[in-house]
């Protein structure tokens, strides 16, 4: 199937720009409910699958993490000086050396975070709450450290048994991520079914309590699942009955804990920067998530201004509608 336009950036009244891609939203037996596109489309998870990467490291570790510790593991941070605080926590309490984080060395996203300190680290890399619950485990389960990345370490393979268990998938594509970790190819519809999974995570198995307490963490510490001015976060504070997390090329995901439902969207752009925030707002609006008071709240995100001189000349809007199953 096609891509349908999803997001759509007006400047002055013209149409100056559109990004199209693919919605699915579905039930934890795979069960497509609504979409807009192709639902079949093939994607790598990137870091949407963080959160059940952070339920296998847990699920694999003996300390008492906060629910600042696991959020940040399910994290896209920032790098404001809260998640790199926690960061280093979740890594004391293990009793890892900062040291053995292999995550790429960056400046902080945040640009006021960055402006106070444009130093390259690899705690700055929005990944480095991830890779600090996967050392977590690896230091629990005496494995070891330095080959944690590697598709054949035992937590990868358990990452990606995990995966298989999660989509409902046979076999999945295995890639390696923009932080060197392997990455997950499967169909857009999977990512939903994994994300209502982990709302109701009775079919994960021995994952079941690791992924309800990464669930829980996200809903009571959205900040530090990625920071100021982030959609996740925002959608997040705003409904506290929706996880939501963002996916490297335009991905992005959420689960409806109460329905036990998963929604996944993709800009086949890849214009994850300005299109797929509006795109899951819109998704979660036209599936009933949203009421017209909360749109309104999340309206820089819903809606972001399309400046000119610096000031707001249009603006990039989200208005597809949903196919629902019968």
Excluded at 49 to 72: G, H, I, N, R, W
Excluded at 232 to 240: H, K, L, N, P, Y
Excluded at 283 to 311: C, H, K, M, T
Aim: proline residues 7%; glycine residues 10%; hydrophobic residues 40%.
């Amino acid at each position: 199937m096609e891509a349908v336009p999803l997001v759509r950036v007006v400047r002055a009244g013209l149409e100056e720009s559109v990004h199209a891609g693919d919605v699915v939203i579905a039930d934890g037996d795979g069960r497509v409910l609504a979409s807009a596109g192709d639902a079949d489309r093939l994607v790598y998870a990137r870091s949407s699958m963080k959160p059940l990467q952070a339920s296998v490291s847990l699920s694999f570790c003996l300390y008492q993490f906060t629910d600042a510790e696991v959020s940040v593991m399910c994290a896209s941070h920032n790098a404001e000086p809260i998640h790199v605080r926690t960061v280093r926590s979740l890594l004391a309490r293990a009793g890892v050396e900062e040291s053995a984080l292999q995550t790429p060395s960056v400046r902080p996203w945040d640009g006021e975070t960055l402006a106070a300190d444009p130093t390259c680290r690899p705690i700055n890399s929005d990944c480095s709450g991830k890779h600090g619950g996967m050392l977590s485990a690896c230091r629990a389960q005496e494995w070891p450290l330095e080959s944690y990345r590697d598709p054949r370490h035992p937590l990868q393979r358990a990452v990606e048994d995990s995966v298989l268990v999660a989509s409902g998938e046979g076999r999945v594509r295995v890639g390696t991520d923009g932080c060197g970790v392997p990455v997950h190819g499967m169909p857009l519809r999977s990512m939903a079914t994994i994300y209502a999974r982990l709302a109701s995570p009775d079919r994960l198995g021995r994952l079941e309590p690791f992924a309800r307490r990464a669930v829980s963490a996200m809903r009571a510490e959205p900040y530090l699942v990625a920071g100021r001015n982030r959609p996740d976060t925002a959608i997040m504070r705003e409904a506290d009955d929706v996880i939501a997390k963002g996916g490297a090329e335009g991905l992005m995901c959420a689960a409806l804990v109460s329905r036990g439902v998963g929604i996944a969207v993709k800009i086949r752009d890849g214009g994850a920067g300005r299109a797929s925030g509006p795109a899951l707002i819109r998704a979660l609006a036209a599936f009933g998530v949203l009421s017209p008071e909360q749109l309104d709240r999340l309206a820089p995100f819903a809606r972001p201004p399309v400046l000119g001189g610096g000031r707001p000349v249009g603006e990039i809007v989200a208005d597809f509608g949903l196919d629902r199953a019968v």
